[in-house]
């Protein structure tokens, strides 16, 4: 797996976490227990900090990145789709981040929400608690509340295939 130093910013990955051979990860990123980070998926801390929440799942393509003013923090039992973006945003537990997506510097999106698929939550926005944000630029759906556990099969099904890739991936060519 390519995880790389930067001057002092090392990263800092629980011994139960799963970085996909093909993941990249560079400086001050820390996953926590039960991360998992898919391939091509780049987590790079160079010029702030990323931290992510336990049993998050970082799918394929996924770009997370900080800048010196926003370090980007994501919450434990989160879901960021194939090829989304999040940067110097702070995304809260068990928030769906939809494949395509983009969550730009200063944004916050409340713990239980989402953000539908190629929506873009743009600088400094805010996304309350339990609601979906649509669009570009995102909006948030009225009269929608986000149900509790919406996520839950998702993070468990990335759980598990953490552990099978764990010990069942072989290169073959």
Avoid: K
Wanted: aromatic content about 4%; charged content about 15%.
């Amino acid at each position: 797996m390519a995880i790389y130093a930067l001057d002092d910013r090392v990263p800092h990955i629980d011994p139960s976490a799963y970085v996909h051979p093909e993941a990249v990860v560079i400086g001050a990123v820390t996953l926590a227990a039960g991360v998992s980070v898919w391939p091509h998926a780049v987590l790079r801390g160079d010029y702030g900090r990323i931290e992510v929440g336990a049993r998050t799942n970082i799918q394929d393509g996924t770009v997370v990145h900080c800048t010196t003013t926003h370090p980007t923090i994501i919450g434990a039992g989160c879901v960021l789709g194939h090829n989304a973006h999040v940067e110097g945003a702070v995304i809260e537990d068990e928030t769906l981040i939809a494949s395509g997506s983009v969550v730009l510097n200063g944004a916050h999106v409340g713990a239980g929400s989402i953000v539908g698929a190629g929506a873009v939550v743009p600088f400094g926005a805010a996304v309350p608690g339990r609601s979906m944000a649509l669009g570009v630029p995102a909006r948030v759906r009225e009269g929608f509340t986000v149900p509790e556990g919406h996520l839950q099969l998702n993070v468990d099904m990335y759980a598990a295939n953490a552990e099978h890739y764990r010990t069942a991936l072989r290169r073959i060519g």
